[in-house]
C-alpha cells in the first residue's frame, strides 16, 4: 500500500532556529496537510495545500510558518523561529481528491520536533 | 466551531473482550466520520469512514463503527479484541461547510492484555 513518508522522525532544534519538515505524499495524491499534535493534546490541522496554494489555515499558522512543494513529490513545512511551544509531533497527510470516495488523508508516521 | 470528543482516554482490557470507543461530535451539518488507528510507532491508519448510506460501517480488522444521526455519535465496536489491537484510536470529524481539514478527537488509548 502506497504511504505518505515523512523525515526526520525527530528533529531537534534550539529555540530561534528555521526547521523544514519534509513529507512525501502518496505519487497521485494532489491535496496536502500540516497537522500537528503538542504531548497531551488533540490533533490539530494547521494547513492544507491544493494547486500550489494554501487552500485553508488554522490560527495556529501564523507567519513563522510556511509550506512549500519545491517538486514534484516534497511537500515542506518551515518554522522560521522555532519556540519551544512548536514542541510537537506534525503530521502530514494526503487526499487524491477531496469529492467522494476519494476524500481519505492518508498520514506519515510523524516528525517529532524537540525544541529546547 | 465543531468538536470532536472522545469518552474514555485509556481503555484496558483482555483479549477476547468486547470493545466500544465512544465519540461524539458537535455540529449540525453533513459530515464525514472516521475512525483512525495508531500503533506504537506507526502512522495513522485509516480503520473505517462514514460518508453517507449505511449507517453501521464496517472497517478493517474485524472493527464496525454505528453514526447515530440524532445522537451526534459514531462509536467504535469491535466484539473480540486481540493483544494486536493495543494502540491508540482517533476520531475524526470533516463538517462538508467547513473546508476539507479533519477534526479530531483527543484519542483513545486501547491496552489489550494477552
Known amino acids: 500500500e502506497p504511504e505518505v513518508t515523512q523525515t526526520p522522525s525527530h528533529q531537534v532544534t534550539q529555540m530561534g532556529q528555521e526547521v523544514i519538515l519534509r513529507c512525501v505524499p502518496i505519487?497521485?495524491?494532489?491535496?496536502f496537510y500540516w497537522y500537528r499534535q503538542i504531548l497531551g493534546q488533540k490533533v490539530e490541522f494547521l494547513v492544507s495545500f491544493y494547486n500550489n496554494e494554501i487552500s485553508e489555515k488554522s490560527e495556529i499558522f501564523d507567519d513563522q510558518f510556511s509550506v512549500e512543494r519545491p517538486d514534484g513529490s516534497n511537500f515542506t513545512l518551515k518554522i522560521r523561529s522555532t519556540k519551544l511551544e512548536d514542541s510537537a509531533m506534525y503530521f502530514c497527510?494526503?487526499?487524491?481528491?477531496?469529492?467522494?470516495?476519494?476524500?481519505?488523508?492518508?498520514f506519515g508516521a510523524g516528525t517529532r520536533l524537540s525544541v529546547l | 466551531a465543531q468538536s470532536v470528543s472522545q469518552h474514555n482516554h485509556h481503555v484496558i482490557l483482555s483479549e477476547a473482550a468486547s470493545l466500544e470507543l465512544g465519540c461524539n461530535y458537535s455540529y449540525g451539518g453533513t459530515v464525514n466520520l472516521f475512525w483512525y488507528v495508531q500503533y506504537p510507532g506507526q502512522h495513522l491508519q485509516l480503520l473505517l469512514k462514514?460518508?453517507?448510506?449505511?449507517?453501521l460501517v464496517k472497517g478493517i480488522k474485524g472493527f464496525e463503527a454505528e453514526f447515530i444521526k440524532s445522537k451526534f455519535s459514531f462509536n467504535l465496536r469491535k466484539p473480540s479484541v486481540q493483544w494486536s489491537d493495543t494502540a491508540e484510536y482517533f476520531c475524526a470529524v470533516k463538517a462538508k461547510a467547513a473546508g476539507n481539514k479533519l477534526t479530531f478527537g483527543g484519542g483513545t488509548r486501547v491496552l489489550v492484555k494477552p
Open positions: 462514514y460518508f453517507s448510506g449505511d449507517p
Open positions: 497527510a494526503s487526499t487524491e481528491d477531496i469529492q467522494g470516495a476519494k476524500n481519505i488523508q492518508y
Open positions: 505519487s497521485n495524491h494532489l491535496y
